[in-house]
């Protein structure tokens, strides 16, 4: 079962910062968040991923927080294709499966 | 970056027939790699891990001898879905883990597999 629950819709104005949270108050000292994005009928594309550190890529950033209970994946100027599921992942278990929850449905709106 | 191929992309076929699906990794070995099902509308399921040379593990619910997987090198692994009845019809995603990156490393998933049984 996931570990993450996000809400499950959010809308955000073309060229503004998209926030999208993220709760895992379960997660273990050594499990790790990953962020994906998946656009219908196609496979899951990264986006980011970090233990307790922020990280900021040329994608997003991620900032989680110090009690480690929760996150926030940031893109910074949101477009039109960013439209997407986002999910947000920890991974557990011996092989460090991902298991999806519902994820949160993007709509950039212009 | 690191790619995962599968293939087919789509496939229609008959009631009892099987199909196998494909997952590749393209530019990296990957001892482990995992294979998902999304039905409309709703998330991916994980079915199984599978690890290269040993048999597949399965999640709780998912038939073993239904799903059937194969992972015969450190670049391929196989599902075959057996004896197909129009509720197996889905969406399939495979993913891989490159196998120099760590057991954190991130995972790569491929372009999944529409299957239509009818």
């Known amino acids: 079962d996931a570990k993450t629950t996000q809400p499950p819709s959010m809308d955000c104005a073309e060229g503004r910062a998209a926030n999208l949270p993220c709760n895992h108050s379960t997660i273990s000292g050594n499990e790790y968040v990953y962020w994906y994005r998946q656009i219908h009928s196609q496979g899951p594309q990264y986006i980011i991923h970090g233990l307790k550190n922020n990280e900021t890529n040329e994608m997003a950033s991620l900032i989680i927080t110090e009690d480690r209970k929760s996150s926030t994946l940031i893109l910074p100027h949101a477009t039109l294709r960013d439209t997407a599921v986002y999910y947000c992942?920890?991974?557990?278990?011996?092989?460090?499966?991902?298991?999806f929850g519902t994820g949160t449905s993007l709509t950039v709106i212009p | 970056g690191a790619v995962v191929s599968q293939h087919p992309s789509w496939v229609i076929c008959k009631s009892g027939t099987s199909v196998k699906i494909e997952c590749r990794s393209l530019d990296f070995q990957a001892t482990t790699m995992f294979w998902y099902r999304q039905f409309p509308k709703q998330s991916l399921m994980l079915m199984a891990t599978?690890?290269?040379?040993?048999?597949?593990?399965?999640e709780q619910g998912v038939e073993k001898d239904k799903f059937l997987i194969n992972h015969a090198s450190l670049t391929l692994s196989t599902l075959t879905v057996t004896s197909a009845h129009p509720e197996d019809s889905s969406f399939y995603i495979c993913?891989?883990?490159?196998?120099?990156?760590?057991?954190?490393?991130?995972?790569?998933f491929g372009s999944g597999t529409q299957l239509s049984v009818l």
């Open positions: 993913s891989a883990r490159d196998r120099l990156g760590g057991a954190h490393e991130k995972l790569f």
């Open positions: 599978s690890n290269e040379g040993s048999k597949a593990t399965y």
């Open positions: 992942i920890v991974s557990y278990g011996t092989g460090n499966q991902f298991y």
